[in-house]
């Protein structure tokens, strides 16, 4: 199972250094453990992991690999750094900086165009799930985002479930919401890509995540792990929730 931890703009490189140290020797057998530093500390990151089983991955990319793009950063970059992953269409990339579902599919093609892993994130608004279309709505992100990709790449991709309402409130989705999201994927997976794509794409469920409910989301949810946003800043913290994930793991049927 997956533990990411989105740690967003936060951590100078001394507080991402004191992190890893932390983190980097603790992650439990069965859990694959992957950072989100925000870009200026991606190097240091990747250094003070150095051979332990962490992976390090940005928190955005452009789709362009090369040019006049002040302030951009391109897949190649992120791969030169040692980055295994990528978040790709992040609801605060979607929201705060206006991305659209179509930059969102042109930045997943220009991952895939390395040999990155892209995250693609898609997730119910407050007014979506209030108006009962959260299907609607994750159906439509997933439908535009990976319109045209080939079977293939298609099994190169992780899919994480953000509902919108439960990024940063505290308010987290219950582990029957996630279960109807990670129903909802899968089946729009199954119908444009058929079962072994449906079964085989890993499903993270984030929004409001803690070490008191990350068990509710592996098991009976459907989901292979989780991404994190606050509960992964403090080392501590992260480490016991992937404890509780990586025991959950261990008495799954
Ligand atoms: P949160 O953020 O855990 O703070 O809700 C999750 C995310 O945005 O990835």
Wanted: glycine share 10%; net charge negative.
């Amino acid at each position: 199972m997956i533990a990411a931890a989105n740690w967003k703009m936060h951590k100078t490189l001394r507080e991402a250094a004191a992190w890893v140290e932390e983190v980097a020797s603790s992650v439990p057998k069965g859990v694959t453990a992957i950072v989100f530093p925000p870009h200026t500390a991606i190097h240091a990151v990747r250094e003070a992991v150095g051979s332990r089983p962490l992976q390090v991955g940005g928190q955005n990319v452009f789709y362009e690999e090369a040019g006049a793009f002040t302030g951009e950063i391109s897949p190649g970059m992120l791969k030169d750094l040692g980055c295994t992953h990528v978040l790709v269409g992040h609801s605060e990339r979607r929201e705060t900086f206006g991305e659209t579902d179509r930059d969102v599919a042109a930045k997943l093609r220009a991952v895939l165009a390395t040999e990155l892993t892209p995250v693609l994130c898609v997730g119910d608004s407050l007014e979506d799930f209030e108006r009962g279309d959260s299907s609607g709505a994750i159906r439509r992100q997933l439908g535009v985002a990976v319109k045209g990709l080939t079977g293939d790449q298609m099994l190169r991709l992780v899919i994480a479930y953000e509902p919108v309402w439960a990024i940063g409130t505290g308010r987290a989705a219950t582990a029957i919401e996630a279960m109807s999201a990670s129903k909802i994927l899968r089946d729009g997976l199954l119908h444009l890509y058929g079962a072994e794509v449906a079964e085989t794409i890993p499903l993270l469920y984030g929004g409001s995540v803690t070490p008191e409910n990350v068990r509710g989301y592996l098991g009976l949810a459907g989901m292979d792990g989780v991404l994190v946003g606050s509960a992964s800043l403090d080392a501590r913290t992260f480490v016991s929730l992937m404890q509780e994930a990586a025991r959950e793991e261990a008495t799954a049927p």
